[in-house]
């Protein structure tokens, strides 16, 4: 699926409390609407998917800060009156659709979580590798 890009139109995120402990940390990502769009400059027509990022972190079962971001990626497809229509009836994506459109979302929005956390003092989204002392 030819993606044309990524736009992020909202980024916030927040610490509420510096407590110490096993935090627990959930990612949620969903796609929220799907239009057609006018793609300015290549005279055609593509469509925008909307979605939200978030990233919740919790300690004892309160939040103790999130990130979120919102935005939309732009696509240009052949099947784009299909993905349309399959998403104004059924309000979801087939999996074929989304897998590439999520991962897109997913790497933009964790590179920027992954700044974000640094700044909040929170722990990162996802698992980052580390180097080990060979034995």
């Not at 990130?67 to 052949?78: A, K, N, P, Q, R």
């Not at 784009?80 to 459109?101: G, M, P, R």
Request: aromatic residues 8%.
């Amino acid at each position: 699926m030819p993606i044309l890009g990524i736009t992020l139109n909202r980024i916030e995120g927040k610490r509420n409390e510096n407590k110490i402990g096993a935090v627990k940390v959930n990612n949620n990502t969903q796609i929220l609407d799907v239009k057609e769009r006018e793609l300015f400059g290549l005279n055609k027509k593509g469509l925008a998917v909307e979605f939200d990022f978030k990233t919740e972190y919790t300690l004892d079962g309160k939040e103790i800060g999130f990130i979120s971001m919102g935005g939309e990626v732009l696509i240009h497809d052949d099947r784009q009156d299909e993905i349309l229509k399959y998403w104004k009836e059924h309000q979801e994506l087939k999996d074929e659709w989304n897998v590439s459109i999520l991962n897109v979302i997913l790497r933009r929005c964790f590179i920027k979580a992954l700044q974000m956390c640094e700044d909040l003092q929170l722990p990162p989204p996802v698992g980052l590798p580390f180097a080990e002392k060979q034995k």
